[in-house]
Every structure is written in structure tokens, then in C-alpha cells.
């Protein structure tokens, strides 16, 4: 017999401190699906290409698979542990109660980063398409994309400001467009339905491995954009009806979703666009889906996948604002930022003062860094948070063992999922190192930096009891 | 143990570490930008004087389909020939694991000296 039943019908839902109030409680497993799915999709209409640049295609394609298992192990762990975490800041908050607080404090600031850097990168996105579609219509000479960029962030903001219902509603939309593009260009130009273009061996010709074996290891690094950002579903624990429930059934459905979009995308792009040009986003194929649609001759797929490509941003900038905010004001309501930052706003129940101060955050990168390191950035700061979740459920399972909390959703073969996670994180590490060292250890000493201000003085204004909120048994070994 | 009773921060306080934060932030990112270090580049190390789409390595189907986005084998020279150069030092790589265990000792260290007095707090002792 378990001591607390977290999905029993009193528990389900309760929040910081045992109390239903906070966040509005409004969304169910489809919000947490689109959540998850709509952050990461972008991720099959750019960025993902890279990966072919550094290593090929066939590369591209182990690495796709690699970094599937890589997310499959995360969102297993995570939907385990944050069945049991009705709160927002997802594994922020997880970690606060598992690891300890300046585990949390660097958890929430990966959040942040990965979160921010990603809206940042789908806003240039955002703003290349438009001039695209302006050479397009006809219009002469280079447009200036920062309007788009700025107008974008803003436009999103004040979206995520108005209400989460709406937001999320109308991220469920556009990224079920965006989803539904992607199949009709793989039926279109695959010769299920019409002519097929595809031509797999002829465009490998040649090219199988261009960098041997270590252009596979070198590929991990942008295979894990497939997918980065479905961890993020937890940032919604404090406004999903039934967090028990909704949350490990969205996340589950959201990775099994994203697997058959990125391999349908490498698929259908591999198959019609030479490789070199494929894995250049930078001087080659920005929007790889988008141009896959324009080499296919049909005005109709180049529209379709026009706006499946401006919709996949939109919802995953839309997402990355929901999710960092919600990490941000977590912080700041436990005090490990300013408490400022803590308020929900009185009409319309958001984390206002968060998603404001974070606009001019994303605008900086947005507008002042390049594409590669921008995604770069992001992907950093998500496996440094990936390296935190083997060591997550290891000591959630000691401290809180089965029959200690009855958790939504048990994930099964514990520890295997965790050793492989971690196993595959060292790897991706070393991917990361072949190009971008400098990079990593820049930003690992930042998060050094950060730690040491956070132990020496920050932590002194943090209440030390108050922010174990969960209401759960102490835990094993204390 | 005893209650902990957190200090009040004022306002110029938190508009401070609100500061510090966001200059950290902005350095840790841009700095190798700034300085030239960020990223792998690709470089062209044998180029091929008045390029075809055979000297590219380019056969009929791959030549075609350059054609169609637009591309000559002029224009496509750099794209097809850039390449990655993945050597590295071992120092180098043996800093970069070093990094990152010191840092994941550092905050799982003091993390647990935290949350003890978390659980003691929370729990009694």
C-alpha cells in the first residue's frame, strides 16, 4: 500500500503548499500534446539539416534515431516524476525537491536559455520566410527582416500575456497544420499519390559517410534538434485539470509523434535535395521542407508548406515563451530570483511580469546572433538539462521508492533508461565538442560562475523549508 | 533546527542581481561571438579552378537538382567543397571533461548541503 496516492481524485491537481489556487487550471491531455509538440516541430521545418552538413546524409538519419532514444529515456523519466508534480517550472521544480536548490536554480536557467534561444531561432526564421515569400511575390532587392523578427516576439508575447487557454489553443491548431503539411508533402512526393521525385540512391551517390564514422558522432549534436523541447509538457503541470493523467499520456503521445516527423522529414528531404546544399543552414537550405516543396514543381505544396513552416515557428516560439516564463516566475516566486518576478497577474492569471522581462532577452539573440549559434546555445543548455534527469529519477526512486509515492505513471526496465540517457548525453557532449567546444565551456563556466553567486549570496533571501511545496512523505535517507 | 528567517531584499538589490544575471547571460553567449571562437567553421581546402559539375563529384542527378534550386558549379563551388575539420588535442578534450565533471561535483555538492537543511526545515529533524 503506497502512503500518498498522487492520481487519487483529493491529491490530482493539488498544488505548491497543498492549495488549489495559483495558475489557472484549464488545459487537458490535447494542450499538453500540442505543448509539447508544437515547441519541438520547428525543429523538422529548420535546424535539424545541420546535422547532414556534418556528417551526411545517412548520419543524419543514425543520429535522428539516437537522439529518438535519447527523448524517448526523457520522456519516460519524465513523465514518471512529473506525474507527481503538480506545479509549475517542470524540472525545475522537480529538482528543488529531489537534488536540492542549486541543482534547481541551474535546472531553471537551462529551461530559460534552451527555451529562449529556440523562440529566438524560430524569430529568425520566422523573419527569413517572409522575405522569401517577398522575393517570391515579386518584391526587389533584400527586405529587411528585423520588423518581422521583433514583430513576431512581440506578437507572441502578448499572446502568452492575454491568457494561457487561447494560447495554447491556438498553438493545438497550427501546429496540427503544420504536422498535417509534412504528411501530405511526404504522400505528394513520394509516389503514394501522384508522381514520386524521391531519388535516395542517386543523391548518396558518392556521398554515403563524407566524414567516416566520427561525421555520425559529430551528427548527435544537431540530431538532438529533432526533437529538443519535449520536455518542456511539464512547464505545464500547474494548469493542466489533471496533471496525474494528462501529463505522462501528452508527453508519451507528443515523442511518439515526433519520431514518425522526423523521420518522414529526413525521408522526404534526403531524398530530394543534394546534401551538401541540405546541410548548409546557413548558405544552403534554411527551410529544407519548404525548399523540398519548391523542387517539387507544385505551386500548391510550396504554399502548403510556406505556411506549415511559418506555423511550425509560430507555435514553437508561442511554446518556448509559455514554457520560459513559466520557469522564470517559478524561480521567482521561490525567491531564487527576485520575488518581482513571482506575480500572476490579477486578471488573466499569468506570470506576466516573466514574459515581459524575457522579450528583450530573445530579441537580443534573436537580432544579434547567427542561426547555428543560436541553436547552438539552445541545444546546449537542453543537454546539460538532459544530464540532470538520469540523476533526477535515480534519487526520486531512492528517496520515494514505488510504495512510497503511487506516481500517474511508473516508466518501466528502471535504471536502463536512465544509464542509456546518461550514456548518450556523454556522447552528445563529446558531438558538441567537435566544432563548438568553445562554446560549451564558455557556457559551462557561466553556469560555474552562476552557481558559486547563487551558494554565496543569493540563496541567503530563499526560505528553506517553504520551498519543499509537494505534499509528500519526507523523504528515504534524511 | 531553527527557523530560517530570510532577509528582506530591497529593490535596487534585486534590480542589481537582476543585473548581474542578464550581463552574465549576455557575456557567456556573446563572448566567443565577440572574439571569433564560436562555431565551426568550414573551409574549402582544395578548391578546383573553373569548376564543372564532374570535377565537383557531382553525377547527372545530383548536377540537375543544383541546376533546379538555382546554383552553377561556380556558384555552388564553396557549398559542395566546404568542409568540417574534426581533429582535435586530446588536452583539449581532456579539459572539456574535466569542466564538466568539476561542475557537475560543484553543484551537486552544495545542492545536498542545501537540501538537508531543506528537508530539516520541512520535516524536523
Known sequence: MTEVDITSKTMDGIGPHGVKVGLLRVLGP??????????????????????????????????????????????????????????????????????????????????????????????????????????????????????????????LAWLNYRGVLATLTFNLVITAFAFAAILILFLSTSGIIGAGIMDHAALFEGHALPYGWIGILASLHFGLWFYLGIEGTTQAAEEVRSPA?????????????LLIAATLTWYVCSGVLPWEFLGDGVNGSVAPLFDTARLSGSAGLVWLLGFGTLFATLASANGCINDASRAWFAMGRDKYLPGWFGAVHPKYRTPYRAIVFLVPIALIFALGAPLDQVITFSILSGLL?????????????????????????????????????????????????????TQLVAMIGFYIVVSLWFHFWRYRFVNRGAQFTMPWPKPQGY | MAHYQPPAQGKASQLIDVIVLVVLTVGALFVPIWLRMAGASKSVTAPVANPTWESLNQNAAQAAKYEALGFTPESAHDLILSRFDYSFSIGALVTMIAVILLYYFLILRFSEVEYREVISEKFGE
Open chain 1, 385 to 437: 538539462g538532459y544530464t540532470f534527469m538520469p540523476l533526477n529519477i535515480i534519487l526520486f526512486r531512492r528517496k520515494w521508492p514505488l510504495n512510497s509515492i503511487k506516481r500517474g505513471y511508473e516508466h518501466p526496465f528502471h535504471p536502463l533508461p536512465a544509464i542509456m540517457l546518461l550514456s548518450l548525453c556523454g556522447v552528445t557532449f563529446f558531438a558538441v565538442f567537435l566544432g563548438y567546444g
Open chain 1, 30 to 155: 490535447a494542450h499538453v500534446w500540442a505543448l509539447g509538440v508544437g515547441i519541438v516541430l520547428v525543429g523538422e521545418y529548420m535546424g535539424w539539416n545541420f546535422a547532414v552538413g556534418k556528417g551526411g546524409a545517412y548520419a543524419a538519419l543514425i543520429a535522428c534515431w539516437f537522439a529518438g532514444i535519447l527523448y524517448t529515456c526523457v520522456a519516460m523519466i519524465d513523465s514518471e516524476v512529473t506525474s507527481t508534480v503538480a506545479s509549475a517550472g517542470g524540472q525545475y521544480t522537480q529538482a528543488k525537491h529531489i537534488v536540492g536548490p542549486l541543482m534547481a536554480f541551474n535546472v531553471g536557467l537551462y529551461l530559460v536559455f534552451a527555451y529562449t534561444m529556440l523562440e529566438a531561432a524560430n524569430a529568425i526564421t520566422a523573419g527569413y520566410l517572409v522575405s522569401v515569400v517577398a522575393t517570391m511575390t515579386g518584391h526587389e532587392g533584400e527586405l529587411n527582416q528585423r520588423p518581422f523578427i521583433i514583430l513576431v516576439i512581440m506578437f
Open chain 1, 245 to 257: 493523467r494528462a501529463l505522462p499520456f501528452g508527453t508519451l503521445a507528443g515523442i511518439m509523434t
